[in-house]
């Protein structure tokens, strides 16, 4: 059972995103993120136990926050444009931290590379020219999801195992 966690947006910023992803997507190529699949991921987990990561992100004591979506990028090393955060938000910051903790107490065993805050738009794609202007765009993260991922003949889907609130 493939497992991760994340921010999934509102529906309305959702569908922004896969329109300005589509819209790069003319100019650059490649596979753009289904609009429902769109998520900023926390941490993957890969094939593990929902229970006791359940148990781990219960411990998680985060706060609200709003995601800032004011950069995108190309990725040459991946071919993957992306968009996100121009600076870490604090609070982001402090729920990865978190997270990863309880995530490690509890034995599993993460990725060593710093969390980098971005949301996969376009996989595959080639350099482009240049990338549109982002439209005004808003993200409240009040929750984070356990998702289980199962791959299909076009991509993958997802499906959510459990919601944990992030504290006012």
């Known amino acids: 059972m493939r497992l991760f966690f994340a921010l999934w947006p509102p529906a309305d910023t959702a569908k922004a995103l896969a329109a300005w992803a589509r819209e790069v997507q003319q100019h650059a190529g490649g596979r753009a993120t289904a609009e429902e699949t769109i998520h900023l991921t926390l941490a993957f987990l890969g094939d593990a136990d929902p229970a006791k990561a359940i148990a781990a992100a219960q411990r998680v004591r985060a706060a609200r926050f709003d995601l800032p979506l004011d950069t995108s990028q190309y990725w040459k090393h991946n071919q993957i444009v992306w968009v996100g955060p121009r600076t870490m938000?604090?609070?982001l910051q402090e729920l990865a931290a978190q997270?990863?903790?309880?995530?490690t107490e509890d034995g599993f065993t993460l990725e060593k590379r710093a969390f980098a805050a971005h949301i996969t738009l376009l996989r595959k794609a080639s350099l482009p020219h240049s990338l549109p202007d982002l439209p005004p765009l808003r993200?409240?993260?009040?929750?984070?999801?356990?998702?289980?991922s199962t791959p299909t003949g076009t991509g993958s889907r997802y499906e959510t195992l459990e919601r944990f609130q992030l504290r006012p």
């Open 89 to 91: 938000p604090p609070p």
């Open 99 to 103: 997270l990863r903790q309880a995530l």
């Open 139 to 148: 993200w409240p993260a009040d929750e984070f999801v356990l998702v289980r």
